[in-house]
C-alpha cells in the first residue's frame, strides 16, 4: 500500500511540478496543467492517461483503476484506489503521467539520467590480482593483440593503409564482423577510419593522467566512431570502444556490450566520457594503494606484463560482468 506522502515525493522529484491546493484537493501540475491530484480524502488518484488506452486499463484491473466522473470523461485521465497500488505501479503511473504533459525532451534528458545507476565500488589490488590471474589463464588470451602490435607497433597509425587493415582484421577476431572489400572494390572502411582519425586527433596520456578535457574529446571521437559507415549500419559501440583501445591502450579502458548495458544503460558518448571516468578514478586509486610503482611495475606485478593498467580494468570488469553473466545463464 502507498501513501499520499509517496505521491508527493515521485512527484516532486519530477522536473517542473508545482503543487497546489484547490478546492481542498491536493493536485500537482506543469504550469496550469494538472497531471495528479489526489481526492479530497485523500484515498483516491486522478492522474493523467490517455482516454483511448483507459477502458482497457480499467477492465482490466477493476480493483485498482476506475474512470473519472462522467463529466471528465472527455479529458486524458483515470483514477486509482491509493490501497490498491504498490510502489512499483505508482512510480510508473505518476512518471507515466507526468510525461504525458512536459516537453519530450525535459521528459527524455530527466529520464536518462534518472536510470543511471551507482558506479561498482573501486576495485583493490587484490581484486585486480585474483581477476588478472583469471584472465591471463584463458587460452590464447593475448594472441591477437601480439599479432596486431608486431604488424602496427606499439599502436596503429591510421594514415597506414597497412596499419587500417590490421586494425580491421583484430576487431574481426573479437566479432566485430566488419566486411573486407571484394577483390578490386575500395575499402570504404578503411577510408573512413582515415577520415575519421584526420578529424579526430586523440589525446595521449595515460588513463590515470587524463583531464576532463581529454575525456570530452576521447568521447566525441568515440561517438562519430561508432557511427561510422560500414556497409548498411554503422561501426557500433563495442567496435568503435576497441579500436579507440587499439589505439591510444595506455588511455582508453574499452567496454562490451554487457559492461555498457549493465553499468550505463546506454552507450551513447555521455555513457562513454563517465567510464573513461570511473576509470581514470579505478587506476588512480591503484596506483595509490601500489605507493607510487610506476604502472608498467605495476601491471607486471598484478600478473599482467606488458599490458596497460586501462586493459587490467577492463578485464576486472569483464570477469565480474560479462564473464559472471554468460556462466549464470541457462
Same mark, same amino acid.
Given at each position: 500500500?502507498?501513501?499520499?506522502?509517496?505521491? &508527493?515525493?515521485?512527484?516532486?522529484?519530477?522536473?517542473?511540478?508545482?503543487?497546489?491546493?484547490?478546492?481542498?484537493?491536493?493536485?500537482?501540475?506543469?504550469?496550469?496543467?494538472?497531471?495528479?491530484?489526489?481526492? =479530497?480524502?485523500?484515498?483516491?488518484?486522478?492522474?493523467?492517461?490517455?482516454?483511448?488506452?483507459?477502458?482497457?486499463?480499467?477492465?482490466?484491473?477493476?480493483?485498482?483503476?476506475?474512470?473519472?466522473? *462522467?463529466?471528465?470523461?472527455?479529458?486524458?485521465?483515470?483514477?486509482?484506489?491509493?490501497?490498491? #497500488?504498490?510502489?512499483?505501479?505508482?512510480?510508473?503511473?505518476?512518471?507515466?503521467?507526468?510525461?504525458?504533459?512536459?516537453? *519530450?525532451?525535459?521528459? =527524455?534528458?530527466?529520464?536518462?539520467?534518472?536510470?543511471?545507476?551507482?558506479?561498482?565500488?573501486?576495485?583493490?589490488? /587484490?581484486?585486480?590480482?585474483?581477476?588478472?590471474?583469471?584472465?591471463? $589463464?584463458?587460452?590464447?588470451?593475448?594472441?591477437?593483440?601480439? *599479432?596486431?602490435?608486431?604488424?602496427?607497433?606499439?599502436?596503429?597509425?591510421?594514415?597506414?593503409?597497412?596499419?587500417?587493415?590490421?586494425?580491421?582484421?583484430?576487431?574481426?577476431?573479437?566479432?566485430?564482423?566488419?566486411?573486407?572489400?571484394?577483390?578490386?572494390?575500395?575499402?570504404?572502411?578503411? /577510408?573512413? #577510419?582515415?577520415?575519421? /582519425?584526420? &578529424?579526430?586527433?586523440?589525446?595521449?596520456?595515460?588513463?590515470?593522467?587524463?583531464?576532463? &578535457?581529454?575525456?570530452?574529446?576521447?568521447?566525441?571521437?568515440?561517438?562519430?566512431?561508432?557511427?561510422?559507415?560500414?556497409?548498411?549500419?554503422?561501426?557500433?559501440?563495442?567496435?568503435?570502444?576497441?579500436?579507440?583501445?587499439?589505439?591510444?591502450?595506455?588511455?582508453?579502458?574499452?567496454?562490451? $556490450? /554487457?559492461? $555498457?548495458?549493465?553499468?550505463?544503460?546506454?552507450?551513447?558518448?555521455?555513457?562513454?566520457?563517465?567510464?573513461?571516468?570511473?576509470?581514470?578514478?579505478?587506476?588512480? *586509486?591503484?596506483?595509490?594503494?601500489?605507493?607510487?610503482?610506476?604502472? $608498467?611495475?605495476?601491471?607486471?606485478?598484478?600478473?599482467?606484463?606488458?599490458?596497460?593498467?586501462?586493459?587490467?580494468?577492463?578485464?576486472?570488469?569483464?570477469?565480474?560482468?560479462?564473464?559472471?553473466?554468460?556462466?549464470?545463464?541457462?
Amino acid at each position: 500500500m502507498v501513501t499520499t506522502q509517496d505521491v &508527493r515525493r515521485l512527484a516532486l522529484g519530477l522536473p517542473r511540478t508545482e503543487e497546489h491546493l484547490i478546492r481542498d484537493r491536493v493536485k500537482f501540475r506543469i504550469g496550469s496543467i494538472v497531471y495528479l491530484a489526489l481526492s =479530497r480524502d485523500e484515498t483516491e488518484l486522478g492522474f493523467a492517461f490517455p482516454k483511448e488506452e483507459r477502458a482497457a486499463l480499467v477492465a482490466a484491473e477493476p480493483d485498482k483503476f476506475f474512470l473519472p466522473r *462522467a463529466s471528465d470523461l472527455r479529458f486524458h485521465w483515470a483514477e486509482a484506489r491509493l490501497a490498491a #497500488l504498490d510502489l512499483d505501479e505508482l512510480t510508473e503511473l505518476v512518471t507515466e503521467a507526468w510525461r504525458l504533459v512536459v516537453p *519530450a525532451r525535459v521528459a =527524455r534528458d530527466h529520464l536518462e539520467r534518472a536510470v543511471v545507476p551507482p558506479p561498482p565500488p573501486t576495485p583493490s589490488l /587484490a581484486e585486480l590480482r585474483a581477476s588478472a590471474e583469471v584472465f591471463h $589463464a584463458f587460452p590464447g588470451v593475448d594472441r591477437s593483440w601480439r *599479432a596486431l602490435r608486431e604488424e602496427t607497433g606499439p599502436r596503429p597509425d591510421l594514415s597506414d593503409a597497412g596499419h587500417r587493415t590490421a586494425l580491421h582484421r583484430w576487431l574481426n577476431s573479437w566479432g566485430c564482423r566488419i566486411r573486407y572489400p571484394r577483390e578490386g572494390e575500395p575499402d570504404a572502411f578503411g /577510408a573512413g #577510419l582515415a577520415a575519421w /582519425a584526420a &578529424r579526430h586527433p586523440l589525446p595521449d596520456a595515460p588513463l590515470a593522467a587524463l583531464t576532463a &578535457r581529454e575525456i570530452s574529446r576521447f568521447a566525441k571521437a568515440y561517438e562519430a566512431l561508432a557511427a561510422l559507415p560500414v556497409g548498411r549500419r554503422g561501426l557500433g559501440p563495442t567496435a568503435a570502444s576497441k579500436a579507440l583501445y587499439a589505439l591510444r591502450p595506455d588511455s582508453v579502458m574499452p567496454w562490451d $556490450a /554487457a559492461i $555498457a548495458e549493465r553499468l550505463y544503460g546506454v552507450r551513447d558518448g555521455a555513457a562513454f566520457a563517465r567510464h573513461l571516468t570511473i576509470g581514470r578514478t579505478w587506476a588512480r *586509486a591503484a596506483l595509490a594503494e601500489a605507493g607510487g610503482l610506476p604502472e $608498467a611495475a605495476l601491471c607486471a606485478d598484478l600478473g599482467r606484463p606488458g599490458i596497460s593498467l586501462a586493459k587490467i580494468l577492463d578485464e576486472h570488469l569483464y570477469l565480474t560482468i560479462t564473464y559472471r553473466a554468460r556462466k549464470s545463464a541457462p
